[in-house]
């Protein structure tokens, strides 16, 4: 069974431009999480879907932050435009029931 | 809202020896579980081991053993028998049901042969 994927590993972008990253969920995974780490920071909790739908955007830091589950497969979350306090590691789960599976993370660096 | 706290920002051993990794956290909730993820150097996050706050039995996984205190809102991971390959960043979190995790500031393990 694949795991949770993550595209792209890394992304270096300068301030003011757009970013991208996707979160490919374990098949048949309703839940998906977005979590971010700022470099020397916690882990923080950005949001939740259930299939489709935004369960809690609760720590979403932003509106230059967008999240979108399509047909409740893979997820995107836009960066536009990138602060340079948006540098860190962006992680994606999946669950099925109450235990998330991480996916290998995205490093973005906003220079 | 619930903080998860844990004390040791870095740690090491000799290989073969036993280390305890402390958590502790605040909660006013009855119902919820603990968990302990590893992140070894550029790698996946990977689960180690899961609580469920009602179960009173201390979970175990091969190596790796639970000491939970509900009472105290206490969650300590032990590794026996340490292995080079549990060098790793280890990160202890809480999560109410059907919720988002709250993850501890982390725990480096360095594993010495």
């Known amino acids: 069974e694949a795991g949770v994927t993550q595209f792209p590993s890394h992304s270096v972008i300068e301030k003011g431009q757009t970013v991208t990253l996707r979160c490919d969920p374990i098949?048949?995974?309703?839940?998906l999480y977005w979590y971010r780490r700022v470099m020397g920071k916690e882990i923080k909790f950005l949001l939740h879907?259930?299939?489709?739908?935004?369960?809690?955007e609760s720590g979403m830091p932003n509106n230059r932050f967008l999240a979108e589950r399509t047909g409740g497969t893979y997820s995107t979350l836009k960066v536009q435009p990138a602060e340079l306090e948006d540098s860190g590691v962006y992680f994606c789960?999946?669950?099925?029931?109450?235990?998330?599976?991480f996916g290998p993370g995205t490093r973005l660096t906003v220079l | 809202a619930q903080t998860v706290t844990q004390s040791q920002p870095e740690m090491s051993v000799q290989e073969a020896e036993t280390v305890t990794l402390s958590c502790t956290y605040d909660?006013?909730?009855?119902?919820?579980?603990l968990f302990w993820y590893k992140q070894p150097p550029s790698r996946q996050m990977i689960l180690v081991i899961r609580?469920?706050?009602?179960?009173?039995q201390n979970a175990t996984e091969n190596r790796f053993s639970v000491n939970f205190q509900k009472a105290a809102k206490s969650f300590s991971l032990k590794i026996s028998d340490s292995q080079l390959g549990d060098t790793a960043m280890y990160f202890c979190a809480f999560m109410e049901y059907g919720n988002k995790l709250v993850f501890g500031a982390g725990t480096i393990l360095r594993v010495k042969s």
């Open positions: 098949s048949g995974h309703d839940n």
């Open positions: 879907f259930v299939k489709e739908s935004k369960q809690d």
């Open positions: 909660t006013s909730e009855s119902n919820y579980y």
């Open positions: 789960a999946s669950s099925h029931a109450d235990t998330q599976y």
């Open positions: 609580q469920e706050a009602y179960k009173q």
